[in-house]
Nanobody, 130 residues
Framework: QVQLVESGGGSVQAGGSLRLACVVSGYSNNANSLGWFRQAPGKEREGVAAIYPGSRSTFYKEPVKGRFTISHDAANDTVLLQMNNLKPEDTGMYYC???????????????????????WGQGTQVTVSS
């Protein structure tokens, strides 16, 4: 069973930075992809970034490219999301998630798609004011 606990959310002004952390337990045999997702009020959950811990391959959605960085700290079982130059449109609840992708999914899927993920954390709120 994979468990995920997020932290690091908060309120910042536009242009500011936040660093989200997600402690992941039980993933080594149950998940090979870790991702960050967000959901704004009244909108569907959307992908932000994902990482394959084994290969350290990273994937980003276009709106956050060049501003956000996802990384995996294996020693502390933590997936991090460094968010710089935050914008009001980045506001939302941020979730981390884990997935056990098949070989074909690893090769051909878009790892920032929420429907691929089975295990989810409770979320941490990020609010960016203009």
């Amino acid at each position: 069973q994979v468990q995920l606990v997020e932290s690091g959310g908060g309120s910042v002004q536009a242009g500011g930075s936040l660093r989200l952390a997600c402690v992941v337990s039980g993933y080594s045999n149950n998940a090979n992809s870790l991702g960050w997702f967000r959901q704004a009020p009244g909108k569907e959950r959307e992908g932000v970034a994902a990482i394959y811990p084994g290969s350290r391959s990273t994937f980003y959605k276009e709106p956050v490219k060049g501003r956000f960085t996802i990384s995996h700290d294996a020693a502390n079982d933590t997936v991090l999301l460094q968010m710089n130059n935050l914008k009001p449109e980045d506001t939302g609840m941020y979730y981390c998630a884990a997935a056990k992708l098949s070989r074909d999914q690893l090769l051909f899927s878009v790892p920032t798609s929420p429907e691929l993920y089975t295990y989810w954390g409770q979320g941490t709120q990020v609010t960016v004011s203009s």
